[in-house]
C-alpha cells in the first residue's frame, strides 16, 4: 500500500464514450502526475500538476483532459479514445514537483478502447 | 539509440543467487531512480541515488555519474523479488524511463 489509490483498476470502453479515471493520494503530497504505459514501452510521462497547477503537459492528444481540483485528487477524462490508447495508466504523487523527488505510485488502471 | 539503456531485459535466477541489472544513459542527470513493477502494474520506489551506493535489505544500488552507468544488486534472490525492475534516471526537470528488466526467480 503506497498511499496513492486509483479507480476503476480495469476499464473497457467503447471509441465513442466518455469515462475518467480517479486518482486520490493519502500523503500530503503536492505534486501529482499521470503516466501511460503501453506493451513493451516505457514509461511516458503525460501530465504534471504542482499545486494544482499543470506544469507539464508532454504533447499528450487532447481527448485525455487531466483535472486536479485540488492537491489530493487528479482525473484524467477520456473521450472519442482509440484502440492503440488502450494500456495501463498509472497515477503518482510526490512531496514538491521536481521529478527527482522520490514518487509514490498508484496501483493503475489497466484501460481497453474497442 | 535510447536514452536509457537496461541489461538484460529478461533474466531467470534460481533462488538464492546474486543478481546484478545494469542501467546505462546517455544525458547528463543529477539523480537516478531504480523502480520495481509486479505483475499487475504496481510501482514501487526502491532508490534514488545520485552518488556512490545504497543498501536497502538485499538491495543494494550503485550509480557512477562520471560513466553514466548504474547497477541494482539483489543478494540471495527470493521468488517474490520476481518483476520488473525499472531504471528512470532524473534529466533537467524530467524522470527518462528504461524499458525494464524483467527478473524471475525460480524456488
Known amino acids: 500500500e503506497t498511499g496513492v489509490t486509483q479507480t476503476p483498476r480495469h476499464l473497457v470502453m467503447g471509441m465513442t464514450n466518455k469515462k475518467s479515471l480517479k486518482c486520490e493520494q493519502h500523503?500530503?503530497?503536492?505534486?501529482m502526475y499521470w503516466y501511460k504505459q503501453s506493451a513493451k514501452k516505457p514509461l511516458e510521462l503525460m501530465f504534471v500538476?504542482?499545486?494544482?497547477?499543470?506544469?507539464e503537459n508532454n504533447s499528450v492528444p487532447s481527448r485525455f483532459s487531466p483535472e486536479c481540483p485540488n492537491s489530493s485528487h487528479l482525473f484524467l477524462h477520456l473521450h472519442t479514445l482509440q484502440p492503440e490508447d488502450s494500456a495501463l495508466y498509472l497515477c503518482a504523487s510526490s512531496q514538491g514537483g521536481l521529478a527527482g523527488d522520490q514518487q509514490f505510485f498508484g496501483p493503475g488502471t489497466r484501460l481497453t478502447v474497442l | 539509440k535510447n536514452e536509457v539503456e537496461q541489461s538484460p531485459q529478461n533474466l531467470t535466477a534460481q533462488e538464492g543467487e546474486f543478481i546484478t541489472i545494469n542501467c546505462s544513459y546517455s544525458v547528463g542527470i543529477s539523480a537516478l531512480h531504480w523502480l520495481q513493477q509486479h505483475p499487475g502494474g504496481g510501482i514501487v520506489s526502491l532508490f534514488m541515488?545520485?552518488?556512490g551506493k545504497k543498501k536497502h535489505g538485499r538491495l543494494i544500488a550503485t550509480i557512477n555519474i562520471q560513466e553514466k552507468h548504474s547497477s541494482l544488486h539483489i543478494t540471495a534472490s527470493h521468488p517474490r523479488d520476481s518483476a520488473v525492475y525499472i531504471c528512470a534516471p532524473y534529466n533537467t526537470d524530467k524522470l527518462i524511463f528504461g524499458t525494464g528488466t524483467r527478473l524471475q526467480v525460480f524456488p
Open positions: 500523503l500530503g503530497h503536492n505534486a
Open positions: 541515488l545520485s552518488s
Open positions: 500538476y504542482n499545486f494544482k497547477e499543470q506544469t
